[in-house]
Nanobody
Framework: QVQLVESGGGLVQPGGSLRLSCAASGSIARIGAMGWYRQAPGKQRELVARITNGGTTNYADSVKGRFTISRDNAKNTVFLQMDSLKREDTAVYYC???????????????WGQGTQVTVSS
């Protein structure tokens, strides 16, 4: 089995910063793209940022220039540096990864349990 465990969420004032981490563990042969999604109350889950195993990134327009996604392939970990946070960034943030398990041939998509980010004064 594969687990994605997020950390780094919390309460921050507008204009502040947070850094989220997500570590993948388990029976992993290879990880493809990894990403962060978020879901605010009453809204659908949306893509925040995504990064391929080669380092190509894409971002939601609402976070471009403020958020930076990166990954450490040796540690099966993805990060999200969030700067200049706004109240509208408040949401549960979910880690996502495409994983090939040991002994398998295809990628399966996995989700973390989510971590709360609250931007408030």
């Amino acid at each position: 089995q594969v687990q994605l465990v997020e950390s780094g969420g919390g309460l921050v004032q507008p204009g502040g910063s947070l850094r989220l981490s997500c570590a993948a563990s388990g029976s992993i042969a290879r990880i493809g793209a990894m990403g962060w999604y978020r879901q605010a109350p009453g809204k659908q889950r949306e893509l925040v940022a995504r990064i391929t195993n080669g380092g190509t990134t894409n971002y939601a327009d609402s976070v471009k220039g403020r958020f930076t996604i990166s990954r450490d392939n040796a540690k099966n970990t993805v990060f999200l540096q969030m700067d200049s946070l706004k109240r509208e960034d408040t949401a549960v943030y979910y880690c996502n990864a495409d994983v090939v398990r040991v002994g398998r041939w295809f990628e399966y998509n996995y989700w973390g349990q989510g971590t709360q980010v609250t931007v408030s004064s």
